[in-house]
């Protein structure tokens, strides 16, 4: 089911601003042992396990005296961190993009055609991006990370912030219930205005008799759905007017959010503090872009108040074995890679999740599901091979990765994904790096010949193995199945009675 948010521009448009409750049936909690801190020494971050965060933080430092820094070492892989977030293909990705002119190509997913309206699944790499704290360990894009509890506000700050705005009257209610609460009301503003933009849209209009300005609850499979639940919550709240629904819509995010650790708008669209609510799955948006863009918000806020020189805090997370530099921005002319082993369960009938290698099943992997192979098995037990993967709702399990050794046709039952998310010429992760699979080479010497053809009789006569991705290339039409048939097209080619598989 497709959950989406509206807000109205000069239309009604989509933004994928996904609450967390709505986001529960899609992925399960899932819990974490890590051992979270919060740190306030700059200068005992070691570099050699967090490489270059130490100089940019000190850099904002100089910069700005009034400025305070936290670290927080949320004890996560970042290889487990990215592995988490690029979930959900196909059925309801953890983090979107709009594909605008300025995000096409290597940020848009390789491995999925998941869609809503103008909104595609992101890739890995744009994900590491944007989640890479020290691409935004700047002036412009540090407010992501703003701690959001903050005690007293400037009305005429938030006045000048609200003009001209859906919200302009309101400046009490936000700054009394902000206040109410120890939530920062900067950040209250530019969250409503990412939710509705600056002339509102339907859910705050009142058009109704009740007013939704958070979208809270406001899910669906249409427009018109997605308003109508938005509206109901509303309606359930007893929220008939826009004060009553921003101190309404406070409230909620005070409770739910912000006073279970999830204290800036970055940690709020990345669930990586370890709260009773555990990892992952409770996150505000799936919009990649939403705390950069609401931090943006706050930033101008502060400029046009004078106050980005004020006092403000910070708080930077930190991964363990980041890379050494930071994450590159994605290319927008080309297309993205897939650098895990995402792969494609290739059975029918879909395949048995058990709890160990050929132990009791504890659930089922549908056919066609894409998932991440976390762990690929090295020997056999009960005739098979049994990897470990996790599916998009974040449950994990083994599965048999083909066909076992009584079985007179081989088949892989998980595919490895290529750049275009297909099996056909398939790349395969290999300690990260893709691989480019010939159909009909399966000596990946890049020449159909011969002695691909001899490796097929071979393989069919039982007298050598292949390796996984050698038995993608020998399945010359992609069935599933290696048998004569593929045996037969490979004949056929260096005949030259057929051009291509």
Not at 147 to 176: K, P, R, S, W
Not at 214 to 243: H, M, P, R
Not at 299 to 320: C, E, M, Q
Request: aromatic letters at 10%; charged letters at 15%.
């Amino acid at each position: 089911m497709k959950r989406v948010k509206v807000i109205k521009f000069s239309s009604i448009v989509l933004i994928l601003t996904i609450l967390a409750y709505s986001l529960l049936t899609l992925f399960n909690n899932k819990t974490y042992a890590v051992s979270q801190t919060i740190s306030s020494d700059i200068n005992g971050i070691d570099e050699s396990l967090y490489p270059g965060f130490k100089e940019k933080i000190k850099n904002l430092q100089a910069q700005y005296p009034n400025w305070t820094f936290k670290v927080l070492y949320t004890d996560l892989e970042w290889s487990d961190v990215i592995a988490n977030e690029y979930t959900g293909h196909n059925s309801g990705p953890r983090n979107m993009i709009q594909a605008t002119s300025n995000y096409q190509g290597a940020w848009i997913c390789p491995i999925c055609s998941y869609s809503y309206g103008s909104w595609r699944c992101a890739s890995q790499e744009a994900i590491a991006y944007m989640m890479d704290p020290r691409n935004s360990l700047n002036a412009s894009d540090i407010f992501q990370f703003e701690q959001l509890t903050l005690n007293g506000c400037d009305i005429n700050a938030i006045n000048a912030m609200i003009n001209g705005t859906f919200l302009a009257g309101h400046a009490n209610e936000i700054a009394n219930s902000a206040n109410a609460t120890g939530i920062n009301p900067y950040y209250i503003v530019a969250r409503l205005i990412q939710e509705q933009g600056r002339d509102g849209s339907a859910t705050s209009s009142g058009v109704s008799g009740y007013y939704n300005p958070f979208n809270i609850g406001a899910t669906g499979n249409s427009d018109s759905e997605v308003i109508e639940n938005a509206i109901n919550y509303a309606k359930n709240q007893g929220w008939n007017t826009l004060e009553k629904a921003i101190t309404g819509g406070i409230n909620y995010i005070a409770s739910s959010y912000i006073k279970v650790g999830q204290n800036t708008l970055y940690l709020q669209k990345f669930d990586v503090e370890n709260s009773s609510n555990g990892l992952y799955w409770h996150q505000y948006m799936q919009n990649l872009m939403a705390a950069q863009s609401e931090g943006t918000t706050l930033r101008n806020t502060y400029a046009s108040t004078n106050s980005i020189s004020s006092s403000h805090t910070f708080i930077i997370p930190l991964y363990k074995n980041m890379p050494t530099v930071a994450c590159a921005r994605p290319n927008g002319d080309s297309s993205a890679t897939v650098t895990g082993d995402i792969v494609k369960v290739n059975s029918t009938t879909g395949l048995n999740l058990r709890n160990a290698p050929n132990g009791s099943v504890i659930g089922a992997v549908a056919s066609g599901e894409i998932v991440t192979r976390i762990e690929k098995a090295t020997s056999k037990v009960a005739g098979t091979y049994w990897d470990k993967i996790r599916r998009s709702n974040g449950e994990e399990g083994y599965v048999a990765r083909e066909t076992y050794d009584y079985e007179s046709q081989y088949k892989l039952y998980l595919l490895p994904l290529g750049d275009d998310g297909s099996s056909n010429n398939t790349g395969s992760s290999n300690n990260g790096n893709t691989t480019t699979v010939k159909k009909g080479d399966i000596n990946n010497d890049n020449i159909i010949d011969s002695v691909d053809l001899l490796q097929e009789k071979k393989y069919l006569l039982g007298k050598i193995t292949l390796s996984d991705i050698q038995k993608v290339a020998a399945d010359v039409n992609s069935d599933g199945v290696i048998d004569s048939v593929d045996l037969l097209q490979i004949k056929k080619y260096l005949l030259g009675k057929i051009d291509s598989f």
